[in-house]
């Protein structure tokens, strides 16, 4: 979550430009460095300043950012050898000096290395692709950075590039040989030998490897530095974080609503592009398969050869990814388990009725009319229009609706939601207790604020769950923690993400004085600024909510959330608020038992956790082998989900769903919003967690 408001922009450039003024007036800048050491003097003042918990800027802090800086700089460790570690190491521990002087002399060493080694590298792979590569010799070679070593020297350097282009090239001649194979009506004159694709490979890799190192070498100066800054920045907390200016015009892009495209926010992730969110009512998010954490390899136009994504600059990969309206691109994608997929989206802008909170009668066996409300996000009126939209108008809303139907109870799914408004998260906490806090939020300075509903009227008293999931964030989390403490919910799911902190965005033009104006434009600087505590006094930061009934996921045992990131940022503890927990519900901790207890025993839910081991197991699979026939029988090996989860996911849950009439008689002359409400239904139909949800919320029993 971050916000960005005119006060405090203007608190901000005020109290800045008075601090920085004392530190620029006797500051001395140098021909080409003078931007540089701008941005560094900039930036680590501002941090300094507003930084929730800004670290001591010491000798312990500067080996942070210098191993940080490599890593970034050279992730897969094919750059940089470790007689070049070893030169460089006399600066670890001196860059919290030159942050204080404003030097940038390690940065410039490390590149002037950097780029010799890119010459010596474009040497090497002119002279390995030149000649074909023996498919038979027994060898590997390590996919995962973290398992990697940097190679010793040289020599060793132009080896793990021999293996590099080697198992590029494989990967290719195998996909060669997969769609002859599949084309049993391929002429022989047309079907090429196995030599001759080796040889296409080759000049396709050689191709591909040439247009990245040229990337690379024009590279401006600013995309160069901004990997610098960041190395900064994120020894501070995976949040905060510094965006050039073409880099903040990419990011304000992937956050608009009315993007035309496929709606996923993407980010560089080992050598590719990794989906790191799906725009609720996007096309991607409409299609469906999609999903957070595909590696995308590949990006086909409509009658056009796909392109390899390999290595590609995040900005370049994105005009790929996007288009008109009306268009369609196909995405080659890698998914968590390595299975490779291609998933085909028609570009589209976002549909904003699909990012808007919306419900549905639920009713089971018993005959129970239970509510369903499904909320993508926690979006608001912040320019408080009268066509604008708050999430917490709309839950009321859809709460009305529901009770108009004489529900049973309502399941309030916060699955996927990655957060957004905090003042619509309390709001949504306040619909469901008399009053009370919902949640404490601290700056680096004073007692942490209480946000509060002060509201006595209580707008849906009914029995209540909360779904939830690894990637329900931020404000999701605060809601969930809230109606946990209070005991008004139960919490089911998988545990969530961890993310406990706002980020604020600055303009960092407005921080200088005029005599820097030469140095326009600075950039942008997202900082964390605050941090999120439990009405309890415990943080949602690292640990998240753990629901009361845990449901496996098929992704649960893969590394995802807040705690699997570099210098995050503490959990910790403040004082509690003085709340009244619900009293209620007469038979919650008999319930929480029992289910845990079912949840244990229950098929389905044991191919779930059987499924999710299987993912961990083929992700840890790192080593791959370089001999053609060992290859294609581990490529082979990647054949998807399990005979037994495949017929899960499509089995029907036993559910039924209809809309309220009031949302039918609105749509009903839009029979493209009608198509999309019965593909919501379908999909719902099909999902287990609902259904174990749906009998949760029936078995809680409400005392008189």
């Excluded at 990967?171 to 060669?176: E, H, L």
Aim: aromatic content about 8%.
């Amino acid at each position: 979550m971050h916000h960005k408001n005119k006060f405090s922009r203007n608190v901000f450039k005020l109290s800045l430009f008075l601090a920085l003024g004392i530190v620029l007036a006797s500051y001395t800048f140098c021909n080409r460095e003078n931007k540089e050491q701008l941005l560094v003097k900039l930036i680590s003042q501002a941090l300094s300043i507003y930084h929730y918990s800004p670290p001591n800027i010491d000798d312990k802090f500067s080996s942070n950012v210098f191993d940080l800086y490599l890593k970034d700089l050279d992730n897969g460790k094919r750059f940089l050898t470790k007689q070049d570690l070893k030169e460089l190491e006399s600066y670890k521990t001196k860059i919290d000096d030159e942050i204080n002087s404003g030097s940038v002399e390690f940065y410039t060493r490390t590149l002037e290395i950097y780029f010799a080694n890119l010459d010596r590298i474009q040497r090497y792979c002119n002279e390995i692709l030149s000649k074909p590569f023996d498919f038979s010799a027994a060898e590997n070679i390590e996919t995962d950075p973290d398992k990697a070593e940097f190679p010793a020297d040289t020599i060793a350097l132009k080896d793990i590039w021999r293996k590099s282009l080697k198992y590029m090239t494989l990967a290719k001649v195998n996909d060669a040989v997969k769609i002859q194979e599949a084309n049993k009506n391929l002429p022989d004159s047309a079907k090429r030998t196995f030599a001759q694709m080796e040889e296409d490979a080759r000049k396709s890799v050689s191709k591909l490897q040439n247009n990245y190192l040229r990337r690379i070498k024009q590279a401006k100066d600013i995309d160069n530095f901004s990997v610098f800054l960041n190395a900064i920045t994120k020894v501070y907390d995976p949040h905060t974080e510094y965006f050039s200016p073409k880099e903040k015009e990419s990011f304000d892009m992937s956050m608009s609503g009315q993007l035309e495209g496929i709606g996923a926010q993407l980010q560089e992730a080992d050598d590719y592009i990794k989906v790191v969110m799906i725009v609720p009512g996007s096309p991607s998010w409409l299609q469906g398969e999609l999903q957070v954490n595909d590696i995308i390899l590949k990006v086909a136009q409509e009658n056009e050869k796909p392109v390899d994504l390999f290595d590609m600059r995040i900005d370049d990969a994105v005009k790929l990814i996007r288009g008109k309206k009306g268009t369609k691109v196909t995405l080659t994608v890698k998914k968590i388990d390595k299975t490779i997929k291609e998933i085909t989206i028609k570009r589209d802008v976002v549909i904003l009725e699909e990012s808007y909170a919306k419900s549905a009668i639920v009713t089971g066996k018993t005959g129970k009319k239970t509510g369903y409300i499904y909320l993508p996000s926690f979006y608001a009126n912040f320019e408080r229009t009268e066509t604008g939209r708050s999430s917490g108008d709309d839950i009321e809303a859809e709460i009305k609706k529901l009770k108009a139907e004489k529900v049973s109870g309502i399941i309030l799914d916060l699955r996927n939601n990655g957060g957004g408004s905090l003042q619509d998260a309390v709001k949504i906490g306040g619909l469901f207790i008399t009053q009370g806090p919902i949640v404490q939020v601290k700056t680096n300075f004073g007692p942490a604020k209480v946000y509060t509903d002060t509201d006595p009227n209580i707008q849906y008293d009914g029995p209540l769950v909360i779904l939830v999931n690894e990637l329900s964030a931020s404000a999701s989390e605060i809601l969930a923690a809230a109606m946990q403490d209070y005991k008004r919910a139960i919490i089911v799911g998988s545990h969530t993400f961890g993310k406990g902190t706002v980020q604020s965005m600055i303009e960092l033009d407005d921080a200088v004085p005029a005599s820097y104006k030469e140095y326009q434009p600075l950039g942008d600087l997202k900082i964390t600024i605050q941090k999120y505590y439990r009405v309890t006094g415990d943080a949602t930061q690292l640990k998240g909510v753990l629901p009361d009934v845990i449901m496996p996921d098929i992704y649960g045992k893969i590394e995802i959330g807040e705690r699997e990131e570099d210098y995050c940022m503490p959990w910790t503890k403040i004082q509690s608020s003085s709340f009244l927990p619900w009293d209620k519900m007469a038979n919650f901790d008999k319930i929480v038992a029992s289910e845990r207890e079912a949840a244990a025993a229950n098929p389905d839910l044991k191919t779930i956790e059987e499924e999710a081991t299987e993912i961990k197991k083929q992700k840890d699979e790192s080593l791959v082998s370089l001999n053609y026939e060992t290859y294609k029988k581990e490529e082979d090996g990647h054949k998807g989900n399990s005979k037994a989860y495949d017929e899960l996911i499509k089995k029907e849950n036993g559910l039924s769903f209809k809309t309220m009439a009031a949302d039918d008689s609105k749509f009903k002359s839009d029979t493209a919003s009608v198509a999309r409400t019965n593909n919501w239904i379908n999909g719902l139909k099909k999902d287990l967690y609902l259904k174990e949800a749906y009998e949760i919320v029936n078995e809680i029993e409400l005392k008189k």
